[in-house]
């Protein structure tokens, strides 16, 4: 079993910036990538960026250049400092962690990006 923690969400102008950060806990030697997902009200849940364990990443083409996502596998924790945000990033985050062919998911933190 893998537990994962979300935080860093929050209420920020468009243009600025936050950072999210996930700890796992539980059986966390088996954790291979991690990601984050979010979804925006009405919209179905959709990948932001994924990191391997040995730190290969990936980006959707909408954050791509504004988003990074690292990892810390001394702390089990994932990153993702998210600067340049658009109203069209708010959203409902989601980190994702795939341990021994199960997906486990945090509970999602809030980001909203308005003026």
């Known amino acids: 079993q893998v537990q994962l923690v979300e935080s860093g969400g929050g209420l920020v102008q468009p243009g600025g910036s936050l950072r999210l950060s996930c700890a796992a806990s539980?059986?966390?030697?088996?954790?291979?990538?991690m990601g984050w997902y979010r979804q925006a009200p009405g919209k179905e849940r959709e990948l932001v960026a994924t990191?391997?364990?040995?730190?290969?990443?990936y980006y959707a083409e909408s954050v791509k250049g504004r988003f990074t996502i690292s990892r810390d596998n001394a702390k089990s924790t994932v990153y993702l400092p998210m600067n340049s945000l658009k109203p069209e990033d708010t959203a409902v985050y989601y980190c994702?962690?795939?341990?021994?062919?199960?997906?486990?998911w945090g509970q999602g933190t809030q980001v909203t990006v308005s003026s």
């Open positions: 539980g059986s966390i030697f088996s954790i291979g990538t």
């Open positions: 994702n962690a795939r341990s021994q062919g199960v997906v486990y």
């Open positions: 990191i391997t364990s040995g730190g290969n990443t």
